[in-house]
């Protein structure tokens, strides 16, 4: 009998994807029949690494996890830590801390709409999301320093205060985003290609999503209302009502399929300067941190013994840490990291079998993946199979470096 | 309709008995304006009752399941499940953390993958990471680890299954390494 099916592999490393994952698929004729998924390319064990250090450096070690979201992790790392050393961040900052976390979920829920754009051919629009973008990024640069990894959080507090000028740069911005969002809902919602290309495709049932275990915005289109943020509300959240956007409060009814998944995010950029107004509105008077002498921080978590658990609801859905200080070091002797997209990809192989080959980027890229958030041992082997030791690697890369600086006519 | 901390304790002491060794009900304070609280339920419990454990709270509500985690504690690995029930609530979610401790020379469980095949991606993960074996769990191919990951190595144990040997320099700082070798800063 002829072969009536192709084997298709995509990537770890693939034109197509931004991050490294392998997908294999077999298809028959236009029609995928079975699907492997292949994460851990990005897996660089951070938390071993975190368990060999004090609890501040693992704390900007987990900022370092994701590159989107770098606030979610530390977020989840500073709950879990003030719930097992027993102290409670200033009012202040955990307003201050509320603002930062959604005006990242503002960010990234716009990567992902310029992203999905793309991934459907539809480019102009990617940019002109991105161009939108902007404004959230440079008000993060102007609070915290930095476009990416903000380095804001600490354990008991943040590391730096909001001024008057950012409070009225922050009110700027909500009105702008106000009239962004508004058209960026008429451009994705209306718009009848952008239905007819996701309407139907990457579809999860309420059911499906429960015993997929998935979580956030994957989780709220397919009709859950699951939200950390309403759930188990924690710092400025709970002291507001947040309620979980899910598509049968807006249109009636969950279909849980990559346009229902676009208009719960558009929906949550909303929900997100809601909160940052009611931050600003009732932002507290006085100091930003419980400990501000950080040997005196490191010493009481030397001293405690005791373990927890911290939930955030970062932009892709719940990020969970749980950490264990044992009272004999620094930091946690029991560090464990959860990223939503650990779950997320759960989604991926049930909801590509019988859908075409077409529909791959967008059944991968409507979950909002996070590859180096799901992935967390560096072994470097060379073609013939050599370990390559770090000395080796290290003269490599000093050999390049002075290439290049001679090419370029670099002085030193 | 929810149940609160307490009655879910209730619960699962009428199905599972003596197999609960202690339990703690962890209440936290959120908030600034108003304040309210959430629980959480810490417990320990016999190995051999896990399985009915896991069914106790796959009855109660069906559960959302926050990690699997585990500890090597020296004679014994210590496995920690977190579920949350009663999620989709406003304050409503309650966490229930379940301990259990396993002998190394035996660390078989069930797998919960029937009951939640989300599961998998968890149960994969302990079991390249921790040597743990989960009777039932079909798909056992590497998650994270490469394909060619040597046999019988764990990172995350603490004995002579662990990776240390493996590990050269990530817990290090550069001037350690340059100490180390003798080198002159610079």
């Not at chain 1, 530390?74 to 102290?87: C, N, R, T």
């Not at chain 1, 289109?221 to 507001?240: C, K, L």
């Not at chain 2, 302990?126 to 990172?155: Q, T």
Request: net charge negative.
């Amino acid at each position: 009998m002829a072969k009536t099916t192709y084997y298709i592999p995509v990537g770890p490393i693939h034109p197509a994807l931004k991050e490294p994952i392998r997908v294999e698929a077999e298809v028959e004729g236009e029609k995928i029949v079975k699907v492997d998924v292949k994460r851990g390319f990005a897996h660089r064990g951070i938390e071993y690494m975190g368990m060999k250090r004090n609890a501040i450096q693992t704390l900007y070690l987990s900022e370092r996890i994701c590159g989107i979201c770098s606030i979610s992790h530390p977020y989840a790392f500073v709950i879990a830590s003030e719930k097992a050393l027993g102290i409670e961040a200033p009012p202040r900052a955990q307003y201050i801390r509320t603002i930062i976390a959604e005006l990242e979920r503002i960010h990234s829920h716009i990567l992902w709409l310029g992203v999905i754009a793309h991934e459907i051919g539809f480019d102009p629009l990617l940019f002109w999301t991105w161009k939108g973008r902007e404004k959230v990024l440079d008000i993060l640069e102007a609070i915290t320093g930095n476009r990416i990894n903000y380095a804001m959080y600490m354990i008991g507090g943040v590391r730096r205060d909001l001024k008057e000028s950012h409070i009225k740069a922050l009110r700027d911005m909500i009105t702008y985003y106000w009239e962004f969002t508004e058209h960026m809902k008429e451009v994705f919602l209306s718009d009848p290609v952008y239905k007819a290309r996701t309407r139907g495709v990457a579809q999860l049932s309420k059911e499906m999503a429960l015993k997929l275990n998935v979580v956030g915005p994957t989780a709220r289109a397919a009709g859950i209302r699951m939200d950390v943020r309403q759930d188990i509300p924690y710092d400025a959240y709970a002291d507001m009502d947040v309620k979980a956007i899910v598509p049968q409060d807006i249109v009636g009814e969950a279909r849980g399929d990559a346009y229902d998944i676009t208009m719960v995010r558009l929906y949550e950029i909303e929900q997100s300067l809601d909160i940052i107004e009611f931050c600003l509105d009732n932002l507290p008077e006085g100091k930003i941190l419980a400990i501000p002498n950080y040997v005196a921080l490191l010493n009481k978590i030397k001293k405690t013994e005791g373990e927890a658990i911290g939930a955030h609801e970062a932009p892709r859905g719940e990020v969970i840490h749980y950490l264990k200080y044992d009272g004999t070091r620094d930091g946690p002797a029991v560090w464990k990291v959860i990223a939503p997209s650990y779950n997320n990809i759960n989604s991926w192989a049930p909801l590509l079998l019988g859908a075409e080959v077409a529909d791959i980027p967008v059944v991968v890229a409507y979950i909002d993946p996070c590859m180096c958030c799901n992935d967390r041992v560096a072994v470097v082997e060379d073609s013939s199979g050599r370990l390559l030791d770090y000395s080796y690697l290290h003269k490599k890369a000093v050999e390049k470096t002075r290439k290049l600086e001679k090419e370029l006519g670099v002085r030193r | 309709m929810t149940l609160k901390a307490e009655e879910i304790l209730e619960r699962l002491k009428e199905r599972l008995g003596d197999a609960i060794l202690s339990y703690e009900i962890k209440e936290y304070k959120m908030g600034v304006k108003k304040p309210r609280t959430y629980q959480e339920i810490w417990m320990e419990i016999n190995r051999d009752a896990f399985r009915k454990a896991v069914e106790a709270i796959f009855e109660i509500d069906y559960p959302h399941l926050h990690f699997i985690t585990g500890e090597d504690v020296g004679e014994a690995l210590t496995m920690i499940y977190s579920f949350g029930v009663f999620h989709s609530h406003p304050w409503g979610e309650v966490s229930i953390v379940m301990k259990l401790s396993l002998p190394k020379d035996n660390p078989v469980l069930p797998t919960i993958t029937d009951l939640m095949i989300g599961a998998e991606t968890n149960e994969r993960e302990i079991r390249e990471m921790l040597g743990v074996e989960f009777e039932g769990l079909k798909n056992k191919r590497h998650l994270f680890l490469p394909d060619d990951w040597s046999e019988g190595k764990y990172p995350w144990r603490r004995d002579e299954y662990g990776v240390e040997d493996m590990i050269k320099h990530t817990h290090k700082s550069v001037r350690e390494i340059r100490k180390q070798r003798g080198e002159q800063n610079g």
